[in-house]
């Protein structure tokens, strides 16, 4: 049986007890990680097909591919095949092949890695190009969305996506400077802007650095990570066999709200006028939630793993054929 080996990357796969339970693979099971990262989620799992199953990951960013050739010779003889492109394109191409799976994992947002490799831009502790994009060959990075986005479609971004109680002030300092010719190229760059918009130069505040939420809500909006998740959960749980699980771990509550509306909608309900004797709107089940409400990770996980601390884990059986919710007499089933 492989057992994960002691020079196993840094990289601490969050909520690993849960996850291996919620999973429930057995040896010849067939896994899709959707986020594959450092590979952390991927050990873990693979522990648990014993050399025996398939194991495909997914990840935009071209730095996983190495470490998943990595993963790879180390789980052999399991079979394994890493495909690099958004996770909602490979679901799709895997549909099309007609894979299907036991079981389907999101780690969504971004790795330690990501966040620990200064050059890629993505923390405000550390001055670099500003770029935050998880796969550096596609679209364009936070410079650019910077220097072109007018006024209100960067408040709208500091808005919802790092829910920025200063948007608009901050939002309006970045457009003067770059009227004034001085482009926003650096991440030092934009944490010298965020304070000056923000009242005592940010000092005052609480909740953490000034600039983590403006930081958050372009790496967010720079990598569509929204848009992604919506694109990805209907076509993740498509990929899964009847009884097939599906979990996700989201990491701010913008992509938890997402995940939870999802899964209720899955979970269908009846939508008959109140007092109809028996149910005629034949609303259906499509997946059953084995998680109650959010799962958090324990505080001991969180003493180990501060960046832990916002992860919320939600999973789901998939209901293949889809279930009546009421049967024709009102009854839940
Ligand atoms: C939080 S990390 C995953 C960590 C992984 N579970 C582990 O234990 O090592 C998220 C990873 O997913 C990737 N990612 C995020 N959004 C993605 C998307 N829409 N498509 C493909 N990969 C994505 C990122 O590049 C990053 O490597």
């Known amino acids: 049986?492989?057992?994960?080996?002691?020079?196993?990357?840094?990289?601490?796969?969050?909520?690993?007890?849960?996850?291996?339970?919620?999973?429930?693979?057995?040896?010849g099971s067939i896994v899709i990680d959707g986020t594959f990262g450092a590979g952390g989620h991927a050990r873990l799992l693979a522990a648990g097909l014993a050399g025996d199953g398939t194991y495909i990951g997914?990840?935009?960013?071209?730095?996983?591919?190495?470490?998943?050739?990595?993963?790879?010779?180390?789980?052999?003889?399991?079979?394994?095949?890493?495909?690099?492109?958004?996770?909602?394109?490979?679901?799709?191409?895997?549909?099309?092949?007609?894979?299907?799976?036991?079981?389907v994992i999101l780690d969504v947002g971004v790795s330690s890695m990501q966040l620990d490799e200064p050059e890629r831009g993505f923390a405000y502790a550390h001055d670099a190009p500003l770029d935050m994009r998880m796969d550096p060959s596609s679209g364009a990075g936070a410079a650019e969305l910077l220097a072109t986005a007018d006024l209100n479609e960067l408040t709208r971004i500091l808005r919802e996506y790092g829910e920025e109680k200063f948007a608009r002030p901050i939002a309006?300092?970045?457009?003067?400077?770059?009227?004034?010719g001085d482009p926003i190229t650096h991440t030092a760059d934009l944490v010298e802007v965020i304070r000056s918009a923000l009242p005592g130069g940010g000092r005052v505040l609480k909740g953490g650095h000034p600039a983590k939420r403006t930081f958050q809500a372009l790496r967010?909006?720079?990598?569509?990570?929204?848009?992604?998740?919506?694109?990805?959960?209907?076509?993740?749980?498509?990929?899964?066999?009847?009884?097939?699980?599906?979990?996700?771990?989201?990491f701010q509550s913008l992509e938890d709200r997402i995940v939870k509306r999802r899964i209720e909608a899955w979970s269908g309900s009846c939508t008959c006028p109140p007092g109809l004797p028996v149910c005629r709107c034949g609303a259906l089940t499509h997946?059953?939630?084995?998680?109650r409400g959010a799962q958090k990770p324990t505080a001991a996980e969180v003493a180990e793993n501060p960046r832990s601390?916002?992860?919320?884990?939600?999973?789901?059986?998939?209901?293949?054929?889809?279930?009546?919710?009421?049967?024709?007499?009102?009854?839940?089933?």
């Open 287 to 291: 997946a059953a939630s084995l998680t």
């Open 1 to 27: 049986m492989y057992t994960m080996l002691p020079d196993s990357p840094p990289h601490l796969p969050v909520m690993p007890v849960e996850v291996r339970e919620l999973a429930a693979l057995e040896p």
């Open 58 to 103: 997914i990840d935009r960013d071209p730095s996983a591919e190495a470490r998943f050739r990595d993963f790879a010779e180390e789980v052999a003889p399991l079979a394994t095949r890493f495909l690099r492109m958004p996770f909602p394109d490979a679901f799709s191409l895997l549909l099309e092949e007609g894979v299907s799976a036991d079981a």
């Open 220 to 250: 967010v909006a720079v990598n569509d990570e929204l848009g992604m998740l919506d694109r990805g959960l209907d076509l993740a749980l498509e990929l899964l066999k009847p009884d097939g699980r599906l979990v996700v771990m989201a």
């Open 309 to 333: 601390a916002s992860t919320r884990l939600r999973a789901v059986r998939r209901i293949e054929p889809p279930r009546l919710v009421r049967d024709e007499y009102g009854a839940a089933l």
């Open 172 to 180: 309006k300092a970045i457009v003067r400077r770059r009227e004034d």
